[in-house]
């Protein structure tokens, strides 16, 4: 065995990495479109990206729920910002998806790929980004160990595989500190150039470097072109003559965008400066710094003001623990030029809309749906201590949240290693060593993690997948710690190219008796977190949502096969305690890779079917007449709107004199109504439908929350 096990270390990383890649890749597609679209809130959502792409407008996220008594009661969407719904209705128009057939949402899995793409997308490039990361900075194995705990975590794979806003926040701030840590935790080098010196000045040499060509491809992609999308947008004559047909003369007017347009022109200004700033840098570092600048406005654009400063409390905190304030006042952290590069990715689309639609919508994104989440708190269910952070880890990183402790104990130890390395002072003027990269990044992921789980736990609304932004860090934390419970690939020893000088792996550094009670408690959280999960598997679709009452804690698939996913960790935890590393960490994978492909693949799909009105639906347009009508009943959930496209007869309240109105005046045409709406009001229906009425009312579809009902006009 432990030759077998000798031979594989000698196999290349790339080909590790690739088998890790398609593995993970196998895992996260194979049910992609089985899962219908969740409420909520992955169809609202759906639904104002299917509205951009109908309307071919990338500015206003503008959509009505239907037609009927509530049918108009929202016109502006201001609760999220334009990131990922521009990634979303991209998604759409590049599949095709959005001007079809009433019942396209329905019809093929294309609609899910589509709209959960961009998401997904976002969530594994941030994977193998942290991965190369590490690579870079630990060691290849190391890599690979932190993107498959990531890309295994259960809570990031639901996000990943959802279409909602976590991902294009979460990649944004990931971005930023992998350029934080590639700026000042590698040796400095000087950038490649091309073109001649003219005197001292270099003005016809320009940077031709890796470095500068990844920095130019960021802001291409997260600020130029966003830019120019929104400049041509509001100097359409189709956009024109839209907004003309409008006819309103407050706000969302000719006149405002005839405004808009020429106040646009300031960021083509703020743009050419900073592409000729760029020109002149020479340090690498220079080109990582302006992706962190990037990559804070890209995290505001996906999820509002806690992106940026999530990254600015994170950045400042290393600065004044590690000794690198002195970085605030030096040329290549670049700040002036970093505040045009924020400012030119996140605020022209804000500036357009305050000026498109008033000060309203101002208060309402910034004030309601930013500040006051964070203050003040937004619904009574969305209240807890600081444990309910803790609790939800347990499940959120199963089953790596069975050896967080010692993870983070190995971090801490990377602390007290400090005074073994270089003063700060020769530290500051290139980097540390290729040797001490290791530790650097260590000590980063420690704070990352903490800071970042500090912060969520400080603001008084708590929803499961505010604790999303934790994991990235966590997963380098406990990726690091794998590595180092092995012993250096062979292929390593040969070249002499060990990343770091260790006499002794940190995990085992633990004396025997502390790892034994590590393990012990491993096992313990393992248990804790299955028999909660047992007891209400509604648990693991919460970490996605953030209805937890009612009806929404019945109805997912049960959790027992969860169980036996779980033991390969459990032995993975006693190999750790007997110095088997390549085993225990085999075991950990293997559990981790089960349980995922259980959540993603087995508990998703079946779990959907009662979180998602699309089988409903499909029902409905299966036995749909030409005279037919589709109506929303007593609830109000978005998902009635995405998959009916709008038409739809939406009531949120039962309010009998609208529906009989609407039933007088279909009275004597052939007509059925489809009703949709939650399976206890289905139950209700006979008090509420006009009295010859009762006896045509029929419930054709029913699950845990929903139900459609069948009521024939005569």
Known sequence: MRDRLSKLSTISPMVWALLLGLAILAIYSASIGACGPWDPWETHYGEVARNMVVRNDPMDLWWRPGYGPQGKREGVFASKHALPFWCMALSFKLFGVGNGPIDEMVRSPIPEIALRLPSMLMGLGTVALLGWCVARLVHWRAGLLTAAVLATMPQYAILTRQAVTDMFFVAPVCLAMVGWAMAWLEPERELKTIGRQVGNRGLLEIPWDRAWIGFFAVFVVGAIVPLAVLHQHVLDPDTIASVARSRRKSTATVDDLRTIAQQLSIYWVVVAAVLLRSMRWRRRSQCWMGVVYVAGGLSLMGKGMIGPGI?????????????????????????????????????????????????????????????????????????????????????????????????????????????????????????????????????????????????????????????????????????????????????????????????????????????????????????????????????????????????????????????????????????????????????????????????IDDYLPATSENWSQRSAFRYAFDHVGKNDRLLSWWFYYRGETYFSKARIWVSMEPDRQKLREFVDKHRGKGTTFWVMTTARHAERANAHFPPDLRDHIEIVYRNFHYALLKVEVP
């Open 311 to 599: 990254i600015g409390l994170l950045i400042l905190v290393d600065m004044l623990v590690n000794g690198r304030l002195h970085l605030l006042w030096q040329r290549r952290c670049e700040l002036a030029i970093g505040i045009l590069l924020f400012v030119v990715t996140c605020f022209p689309w804000h500036h357009a809309m305050a000026i498109f639609r008033g000060e309203s919508w101002v208060n309402e994104l910034i004030v309601v749906n930013n500040l006051a989440r964070f203050a003040s708190g937004e619904q009574k269910q969305a209240v807890g201590g600081f444990a309910f952070y803790l609790r939800t880890l347990g499940l959120a990183a199963l089953p790596w949240s069975a050896v967080v402790p010692p993870a983070l104990w190995a971090a801490v130890l990377a602390y007290r290693r400090r005074a073994q390395q270089a003063e700060p002072s020769a530290v500051a003027k290139s980097g540390p060593p290729p040797t001490l990269g290791a530790d650097s990044l260590h000590r980063l992921a420690l704070l990352w993690f903490l800071v970042s789980f500090g912060l969520i736990t400080y603001s008084v609304t708590k929803y499961y997948h505010y604790l999303v932004p934790c994991l990235p860090p966590l997963a380098i934390v406990i990726g690091i710690w794998l590595h180092r419970l092995m012993p250096t690939p062979a292929r390593d020893r040969q070249t002499g190219e060990a990343s770091a000088p260790e006499s002794k792996p940190v995990g085992d550094r633990l004396p025997i008796a502390a790892a034994l009670a590590c393990a012990l408690s491993g096992c313990a959280v393992l248990y804790m977190v299955a028999r909660a999960t047992l007891d209400e598997p509604a648990w693991i679709a919460h970490l996605s949502t953030y209805l937890y009452t009612g009806m929404w804690r019945e109805g997912a698939a049960p959790a027992d096969r969860m169980v036996w996913c779980l033991v390969p960790f459990g032995l993975g935890l006693l190999l750790w305690v007997a110095h088997k590393g390549r085993l225990a960490v085999a075991g950990m994978l293997l559990s981790a890779l089960l349980t995922t492909t259980w959540v």
